[in-house]
């Protein structure tokens, strides 16, 4: 079984910074991608906001590059979210997701992030 916890998360002004951590545990492929959306209100659909494959390959949306920086390690299977510069528009509810080949998509719980203008 496949499990993501995240960490991190919470409230900020305008212009601050936080950082989000995850962590996966169980059968994890040696070959994946790990990443980050987010679901900026109910009923939305939940957003790319960066991943990063093992290989290195990263990808980004337009509204977060230049202030957001995904990183990892292969060898604890973590991956982070440095948010900086960050704006009203950021709140929302970020999920950590895990795909592998053939296994499919795994998803954290979820964590809340409140930037405050």
Same mark, same amino acid.
Do not use: H
């Given at each position: ?92 509810? &970020? &999920? ?22």
């Amino acid at each position: 079984q496949v499990q993501l916890v995240e960490s991190g998360g919470g409230s900020a002004q305008a212009g601050g910074s936080l950082r989000l951590s995850c962590v996966a545990s169980g059968d994890i492929a040696s070959i994946n991608v790990m990443g980050w959306y987010r679901r900026q209100a109910p009923g939305n659909q939940r957003e790319l906001v960066a991943d990063m494959s093992t290989g290195g390959t990263t990808d980004y949306s337009d509204a977060v590059k230049g202030r957001f920086s995904i990183s990892r390690d292969n060898a604890k299977n973590t991956v982070s979210l440095q948010m900086n510069s960050l704006k009203p528009e950021d709140t929302a509810v &970020y &999920y950590c997701k895990l795909f592998m080949p053939i296994k499919g998509d795994y998803w954290g719980q979820g964590t809340q992030v409140t930037v405050s203008s």
